[in-house]
């Protein structure tokens, strides 16, 4: 008996499901704020490496102290504060850190971050860190049911992708019953983990993504090309990459990452590379805008001005990479394409995916100004082959591109469970 108990402690001991997270702990000043200690002592004995960072009014409930000992890292509080390196603190913070979570998140925070304000270490750190947010609210049930609040948390959650995890129904901290109780720690700390864990949901998986315009050259120094600046490309890349996919870049910008990247500048340089690696991926993701035409034939020098006022340029049909890969592609291979259209974006984005065999198709209005093309953001709508639509407000690509990796692997799931 007791050596089976002995066991079983050393077993759950060993169990750090966490190891090699870096969890930032954001810390509010509610009377909630007390269980940020339970928090992060479940955190830190589940592997993860855990930061306190405490604002200003968290201080009027709990100690950094307490934190400090219970995380084993030395609490933030300071804006100004002495960094270990010679990085500013919140910079340093935010990108050590694998997720953020707030917990309890008051209000007053909450309002912060919808609105960009960063006038303390925390809302600093959050706004400089691309790591997943996740927010813990507390508050009294009337501030919490405000139209402020309501609207900041859907900000927080339908435009910058944050985590929301519910607070619960109860008696709060000043006597009154309703929604407003900060979540359980226990639910907490599930949502940290499923959202950790989750993120690795690629991983076996092999992807090649396009990203960029093509350019179609017409002699030594000019060429037809797009406006399409890679930015989405590169986002989706970079998030399968975090979620543990091995991929292949295949674009017409150069970047430098730690997966390959293929540079071309055609479509048919771009045909070849995705051709050559297709066979061997479990998805490929077209974002790249694929000039549809090239000129039939490159002028070995530049051309001159002639005395015509007339240049006239013979195009030739490129291949239509998607759509030859659709044609021959296994059950258990995925194929993401895009869409930018500037009319009938539905119809358009729906016969695409049709024509060209597509599992999934993401479809943007490129007549909307400020978003699409060389933009940080985009909104789009995204079609499934079973028939499903899915409409995403504007956000920045690299949280559209988080919300494709979540597609993607649904779609996996879907096909790991498909009988044979
Ligand atoms: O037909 P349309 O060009 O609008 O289709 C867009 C989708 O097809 C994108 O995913 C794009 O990367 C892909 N495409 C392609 N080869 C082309 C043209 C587009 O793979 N020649």
């Known amino acids: 008996m007791k050596k089976s108990s002995k066991k079983r402690e050393s077993s759950f001991d060993s169990f750090n499901p966490l190891e090699n997270k870096t969890v930032i702990l954001g810390v509010s000043g509610g009377i909630a704020a007390y269980k940020a200690c339970d928090i992060a002592s479940l955190l830190r004995r589940s592997g993860a490496n855990v930061h306190a960072v405490l604002t200003p009014n968290a201080r009027e409930f709990i100690t ?69 947010v996740m927010i813990a609210p507390a508050m009294n049930p009337v501030m919490l049911q405000h139209p402020a609040t309501q609207y900041n948390l859907s900000v927080l959650e339908n435009r910058y992708r944050y985590d929301i995890i519910p607070s619960e129904y109860g008696e709060v901290a000043c006597g009154d019953w309703g929604s407003g109780k900060m979540a359980a720690v226990e639910t907490i700390i599930t949502a940290v983990a499923a959202r950790l864990l989750a993120h690795k949901t690629l991983a076996t998986k092999r992807l ?86 090239r000129p039939m034939a490159v002028a070995n020098h530049k051309i001159k001005k002639t005395d015509s006022d007339d240049l006239v340029l013979e195009l030739t049909k490129n291949p239509d ?57 985009n909104a789009v ?6 028939g499903t639509r899915e409409n995403l407000p504007r956000m920045p690509k690299r ?19 498909a009988p044979v």
């Open 64 to 132: 950094p102290l307490s934190l400090t000992t219970i995380t084993r890292n030395p609490a933030h509080c300071e804006q100004y504060g002495q960094s270990s390196n010679w990085r500013p603190e919140h910079i340093e913070l935010a990108k050590s850190a694998d997720l953020i979570l707030i917990a309890p998140a008051t209000a007053d925070l909450i309002a912060k971050l919808a609105t960009g304000i960063c006038d303390d270490l925390l809302t600093t750190m959050v706004l400089a860190s691309q790591a997943k």
């Open 321 to 377: 990479i998607i759509d030859l890969l659709g044609r021959v592609k296994r059950k258990d291979q995925v194929i993401i394409g895009f869409a930018a259209e500037s009319e009938a974006l539905l119809s358009n984005a729906t016969q695409k995916l049709k024509r060209k065999n597509l599992d999934v198709i993401v479809g943007n209005d490129i007549s909307v100004p400020e978003i699409g093309f060389g933009s940080d953001d």
């Open 399 to 417: 949280a559209i591109a988080e919300h494709l990796c979540d597609v993607l692997s649904e779609r996996f799931q879907m096909l790991e469970k």
């Open 208 to 293: 090649i993504v396009t990203a960029g315009g093509t350019r179609e050259p017409i002699d030594p120094v000019r060429f037809i090309g797009n406006r399409s600046s890679g930015k989405m490309g590169i986002a989706m890349a970079d998030a399968a990459f975090a979620r543990g996919a091995e991929v292949t870049l295949v674009s017409t910008v150069e970047v430098e990452r730690a997966y390959p990247v293929v540079v071309v500048e055609t479509a048919q340089e771009m045909q070849e590379a995705v051709e050559s690696e297709f066979d061997l991926c479990d998805a490929l993701v077209m974002t790249a805008a694929v000039a549809d035409f």
């Open 381 to 386: 709508v995204i079609l499934s082959a079973e």
